[in-house]
């Protein structure tokens, strides 16, 4: 007996999304946030996207999607520190396309960022540092949080549910909690519960 397909979703998270360089259309850096945060290797993939990463994401979710009917999931840190330019970026990479150097990329997707959910990034305030409150643009950016349950049919009757929290629901701006990148969000759990 064949394999029966019954539903395709890509799960993607840490685009890191960050304003374009101009000459190369990977995610610029300012001099001093290049030396803050290079400072330590294990923080480069912090640092935003690169070009090729979303070249290639792209035509690899473009085939799926072409062939299986995909969706896609995003499971937070859509963008590099939660600036309102970089939900920009990140929303018309996702929905449409966005114009580089070396050419336009992105999914050209409207639905794309329905089953998205934010990051610790997310929740940064937008100027390169950790600390302080988040930007509007993440409330413009995903709908109410908790997402309630969703439920998606496959084939052969069988169903798939899905739900979203906004794990840094319940993290203060300044806390060492969020430095630490340590999550807080009972209640989103709560709230979802009464869905």
């Given at each position: ?45 912090f ?40 939900f920009?970026?990140?929303k018309?990479?996702?929905?449409k396309r966005?114009p ?38 993440l ?57």
């Amino acid at each position: 007996m064949p394999d029966r397909l019954l539903s395709t979703f890509i799960h993607v998270s840490d685009t890191h999304i960050g304003e374009l360089d101009p000459r190369t259309g990977d995610a610029a850096l300012g001099h001093d946030v290049l030396m803050r945060w290079k400072k330590d290797r294990h923080f480069y993939g912090f640092l935003g996207h690169t070009h090729v990463a979303l070249s290639q994401f792209a035509e690899f979710y473009r085939r799926l999607r072409d062939s299986e009917g995909a969706r896609l999931i995003h499971t937070g840190d859509v963008t590099r520190w939660g600036g309102a330019a970089q939900f920009a970026l990140a929303k018309r990479y996702f929905e449409k396309r966005l114009p580089t150097p070396e050419g336009d990329v992105g999914l050209d997707d409207p639905h794309a960022l329905e089953l998205a959910i934010p990051g610790n990034h997310d929740h940064w305030p937008g100027t390169g540092w950790v600390l302080g409150r988040s930007t509007s643009a993440l409330r413009r950016m995903f709908r109410p949080l908790p997402v309630p349950p969703k439920r998606f049919t496959l084939a052969g009757g069988r169903s798939l549910l899905f739900a979203g929290i906004d794990s840094d629901a319940d993290v203060w701006p300044w806390s060492p909690t969020r430095a630490l990148a340590r999550g807080a969000f009972l209640s989103q759990l709560r709230a979802l519960g009464r869905n």
